[in-house]
Nanobody, 125 residues
Framework: QVQLVESGGGLVQAGASLSVSCAAS????????MGWFRQAPGKEREFVAA????????DYADSVKGRFIISRDNNKNTVYLQMNNLKPEDTAVYYC??????????????????WGQGTQVTVSS
């Protein structure tokens, strides 16, 4: 059973940077495609970024492209999301997710069977 634990959320001002991490356990991390999603109050959970097992394939939602960077360290069983130039509309609970069945999970939420508990990111204007 794969377990995911996010960390690093917080409260920042608009324009600031913040990094969130997700540590995985219970499986071979290099066999997991990983993704980041977020959910704002009253909204659906939406795709943010995805990275393939090796890190060779990466994709971002248009709303974060050019500002966020997803990366992974297979030696540390951790996936990261570096968020730059944060905006108030980035305020949400950020979730990491794992797909054990595919080399690359992409933006499809149902591809991911394993989810973390989420970490709150709040951006003030």
């Amino acid at each position: 059973q794969v377990q995911l634990v996010e960390s690093g959320g917080g409260l920042v001002q608009a324009g600031a940077s913040l990094s969130v991490s997700c540590a995985a356990s219970g499986g071979t991390f290099s066999n997991l495609a990983m993704g980041w999603f977020r959910q704002a109050p009253g909204k659906e959970r939406e795709f943010v970024a995805a990275i393939s097992r090796s890190g060779g394939s990466i994709d971002y939602a248009d709303s974060v492209k050019g500002r966020f960077i997803i990366s992974r360290d297979n030696n540390k069983n951790t996936v990261y999301l570096q968020m730059n130039n944060l905006k108030p509309e980035d305020t949400a609970v950020y979730y990491c997710a794992a797909d054990r069945n595919r080399y690359y999970g992409g933006p499809v939420r149902t591809h991911y069977a394993y989810w973390g508990q989420g970490t709150q990111v709040t951006v003030s204007s």
